[in-house]
T-cell receptor
Framework: GQNIDQPTEMTATEGAIVQINCTYQTSGFNGLFWYQQHAGEAPTFLSYNVLDGLEEKGRFSSFLSRSKGYSYLLLKELQMKDSASYLC??????????WGAGTKLIIKP | GAVVSQHPSWVICKSGTSVKIECRSLDFQATTMFWYRQFPKQSLMLMATSNEGSKATYEQGVEKDKFLINHASLTLSTLTVTSAHPEDSSFYIC???????????????FGPGTRLTVT
């Protein structure tokens, strides 16, 4: 079956760095997405990785290792507004998005 | 660019009635739209994939006669929850792909969601 694993919840301090991991086992791979979802709101796109390596976008970076079925989202200089759920999703061989359950990130002052 | 709107943002209805939710792509043509449901503290659950001009493809376990999907134009898809019951109360979110985007054409843009409460 298809499976995406990410931690349920993480806590970090304002101004610090946090890494949210995602491992996947899917039928085929056509890219991996990270989305941010604030409570009661729809997800918003953060990043897309299809090749191995690190993609940096401001305070957020996303890493992919296809051979290991592994990705992480790195958030630097954490701000209170970064408190949200972070969803990992993989595009499988049928170009269907397979969603992880999300990681709730709690930022403390 | 790539803005998706959804209407209404919230709705309360009585058990047994039907509710229609609209999803529009405002600045692009979406040949494919997706309907999700999300219960509190749970991840997104794909309900169906809607292709313009053809019948929707429903995920296993989703009743097609209860959740009617129509995608009559390239910018509008509707989800009708028929004979709603309290267990249908949920956050319904639509998304759309913009095939015109280079590189990240499979990225989904989400509408703001509709919170449905059935009493």
């Amino acid at each position: 079956g298809q499976n995406i694993d990410q931690p349920t919840e993480m806590t970090a301090t304002e101004g610090a760095i946090v890494q949210i991991n995602c491992t996947y086992q899917t039928s085929g791979f056509n890219g991996l997405f990270w989305y941010q979802q604030h409570a009661g709101e729809a997800p918003t796109f953060l990043s897309y990785n299809v090749l191995d390596g690190l993609e940096e976008k401001g305070r957020f970076s996303s890493f992919l290792s296809r051979s290991k079925g592994y990705s992480y989202l790195l958030l630097k200089e954490l701000q209170m507004k970064d408190s949200a759920s972070y969803l990992c999703a993989v595009l499988d061989s049928n170009y269907q998005l397979i969603w992880g359950a999300g990681t709730k990130l709690i930022i403390k002052p | 660019g790539a803005v998706v709107s959804q209407h209404p943002s919230w709705v309360i209805c009585k058990s047994g009635t039907s509710v229609k939710i609209e999803c529009r792509s405002l600045d692009f043509q979406a040949t494919t739209m997706f309907w999700y449901r999300q219960f509190p503290k749970q991840s997104l659950m794909l309900m169906a994939t809607s292709n313009e001009g053809s019948k929707a493809t429903y995920e296993q376990g989703v009743e097609k006669d209860k959740f009617l999907i129509n995608h009559a134009s390239l910018t509008l898809s509707t989800l009708t929850v028929t004979s709603a019951h309290p267990e249908d109360s949920s956050f319904y979110i639509c998304s759309a792909r913009d095939p015109g985007l280079a590189g990240e054409g499979y990225e989904q843009y989400f509408g703001p969601g509709t919170r449905l409460t059935v009493t």
